[in-house]
């Protein structure tokens, strides 16, 4: 597969979907994560990936929702997003690989995927639109005031204050009395 991606560092809202062209009875051992050999990880082509944010199913465990309902309703895409493909992952059988942006833990990479994984697409997660409005409370109303003048300390932090110098004046007339009847 001559397909590379550069994946920017702490990329966020992007799924990638992937095809595994392995038999049913392989897919635990492509999947399973032993230290450094890590087959799948390999095969994707990923220096760092965290297996938190990757799925690998079985399409037909999707029975009654499908692909298209899964990426929508499980993870987000926006039915507009995956009208354009509709053909394409409604011809998709056997296990899928998904790749949170997530899984690359903000590390800036390239992934060049390699057999048996085999490229679907990247759909962008939908997000909720910005809205700033009004706050209805009305203590909610209004600018609050800069001050430009430091406050002055109030009369306990002052008496706190004589009290401490006071203190150290009678330690130090004590000591000195204790000196000179030495």
Not at 51 to 71: A, K, N
Not at 97 to 104: E, T, W
């Amino acid at each position: 597969m001559s397909d590379r991606f550069h994946i920017p560092k702490n990329e966020h809202g992007l799924v990638r979907l992937f095809s595994i062209d392995l038999p049913p009875e392989d897919i635990p051992s492509f999947v399973e994560e032993n230290g450094d050999d890590w087959p799948l990880r390999a095969a994707l082509g990923a220096g760092h990936l965290e297996h938190e944010y990757i799925e690998v199913f079985p399409v037909s465990d999707l029975t009654g929702l499908g692909l298209i309902g899964y990426m929508n309703e499980g993870l987000g895409i926006s039915q507009a997003d995956l009208a354009g493909d509709r053909a394409q992952l409604d011809a998709v059988n056997g296990h899928v690989l998904v790749v949170l942006s997530r899984a690359f833990g903000g590390h800036e990479q390239q992934i060049a995927p390699q057999p048996p994984l085999r490229w679907i697409g990247t759909w962008r997660e939908e997000r909720a639109p910005v809205q700033f409005e009004t706050l209805p409370h009305e203590s909610a109303q209004g600018e609050v005031p800069v001050e430009t003048q430091p406050e002055k300390p109030s009369e306990a932090a002052m008496s706190g204050r004589v009290a401490m110098i006071a203190l150290l004046v009678i330690f130090v007339l004590t000591g000195l009395m204790i000196w000179i009847a030495a």
